[in-house]
């Protein structure tokens, strides 16, 4: 008895079930790589944050995971040299160092020549360069079965390298496969490549052209301009150096305090850096000190001079009027045509056609600028005494009104303290915008708040300390006139000299040239200390001593310290 077999259903029921296991199989590989896929992005983001752009999520319908990883190379210590070179008169030349003139020094690369002169080398050196862009679409059936399609950019590298790195990441994925390999690419990309692509010390910038056969297809050329990638990289460097220093804590030169540096101040051109309220408070003490023409660097000995937009940062609009204010009024001061008004104190100009002349525009005076009096065309300045007696007919003539007499009092008192002043030696106009100066002490050289110096002697303007070389000295000593001993108890140097004398009837006695008083000296030594003023003076050239005793006794000089008795 045969038994018949249905193969037909049961081969039916074989497919499905192969049928059901596939497709089963197929949906939970997919949905673990999506999941991989997002576990990877994820990581990726928490490590890279704003560097990872996350173009488009894995949804139900048939989207891609897509991404851009800006890479950001490892800082380079010590720095690397970006060079490229041009002919002598290219164009690419002549766009250099036409760009090069707009810019700040801190911008601007460095220019050199060969020793034939034609060719031009435009380098810099650079710490931070500007970051790899990796762009990654990931399958559906990535990291299990396919890798990620990518494509790659970078502005300081020619089609050429990006291709080997291409190359290079086929690579890594082969060694990877199956797995998440997102993070070593951007890896090997950030520590790795340089050294793949034998650039250590010298970056050349050298994009190659005519050569799309041997290009990979998923190389991204942003630029072939050396110029442009120059300057790029020149500001992407000083912007990264920037934000690394406001991120960490500083030590201010000035106060010695701690902060982060995003409250530091940067001086420009010297690039020293000074915190907020330092520099702030240096600036309005400078401002209030007169020091406005040459507002130096506070660093140490730095002589860079402060740029005025660096001012608008710390000072408020009203400080910043008054600085602006105070800045034209040296300015003029500084050319001599300047003067101020002896009735209102304001500041005036000298007439441009008669230069002893000047009219104020505040009160309406029109004043001789030599003397200060009402402008008198045709005569001549009268003399001090003159204008005393004018002052007093016109108090004599005015006695019934009480406040004109008062005023004039006044200033009858101060012409005749600045005629005393005057007399003493200790006022004088200064030569340059006729301010009255008192000498209270000190040396020669005067300084006017005007910026001029004049020498207080022969008041005449001078420049420095040279001057001084001529007949005018920079320090003069007040004599007083001695010639007797001080009435009451006698002073224990005068005994001693009289000991002295009364022992030996032959000393030889000597005048001080300040004091006149007389003076024996010790032994051989021809340097005398006086007894009474305490002045130094020689005993060989009779004259005073001014400064250290040893530079008197040098090999230079005529006189020596020691002589014998007699001489």
Known sequence: MACAVNLSSSSDDLIGSWIEFECTKSWRNFLQNKEDQENEISILQSMYDKNIVLNSNTGDGDDFNSLQCFIEIIPLEPPILVQFSTENHDA????????????????????????????????????????????????????????????????????????????????????????????NWISWLQNEMLKFLDIQDVLFLNFVTNCSSSVDSRVIVETENHVETMFYLIEYDRMSKQRKFNLETQTCPVCFDDTLGVNFILIKPCFHYVCYDCFQHYILTQIDNGNLTKLLCPEGSCEKIILPQLLRIVLSDDEYERYETLMVTKTLESTGE??????????????????????????????????????????????????????????????????????????????????????????????????????????????CPCGATFCWICNKKIDGYGHFNSSCILFQVETRVMNRPPVGDFHEGYLALQVLMNANENLKLLRCPRCSQKNARSGSNNHIRCWFCKGSFCYACKNLISGPIAMHYNAQSKCNQHSSKNS
């Open 338 to 447: 300047v003067v101020y008004c002896t009735r209102c104190k304001s500041m005036i100009l000298r007439d441009e056609q008669i230069d002893e002349m000047a009219h104020c525009m505040n009160c309406g005076f029109t004043m001789c600028v030599e003397c200060g009096e009402t402008w008198h065309p045709g005569n001549g300045c009268t003399s001090a005494d003159e204008r005393l007696d004018q002052l007093d007919k016109k108090l004599n003539q005015k006695r019934d009104k009480n406040s004109e007499i008062e005023e004039l009092r006044r200033k009858l008192q101060e012409r005749r303290s600045e005629e005393e002043l005057k007399k003493s030696n200790k006022i004088k106009a200064c030569p340059n915008c006729k301010r009255k100066i008192e000498k209270n002490g000190g040396c020669n050289k005067m300084s």
């Open 92 to 183: 690419a030349g002549n766009q250099a160092a036409n760009a090069a003139s707009g810019k700040s020094e801190e911008f601007r690369p460095d220019f050199n020549r060969s020793i034939s002169g034609r060719v031009r080398s435009i380098s810099n050196y650079i710490t931070h360069l500007s970051p790899i862009t990796l762009t990654v679409i990931l399958p559906k059936e990535y990291p299990e079965n396919q890798k990620p399609l990518f494509t790659v950019s970078c502005l300081w590298l020619n089609s050429i390298e990006i291709t080997k790195i291409c190359k290079e990441l086929d690579k890594l994925w082969t060694e990877y496969s199956g797995f998440p390999v997102l993070y």
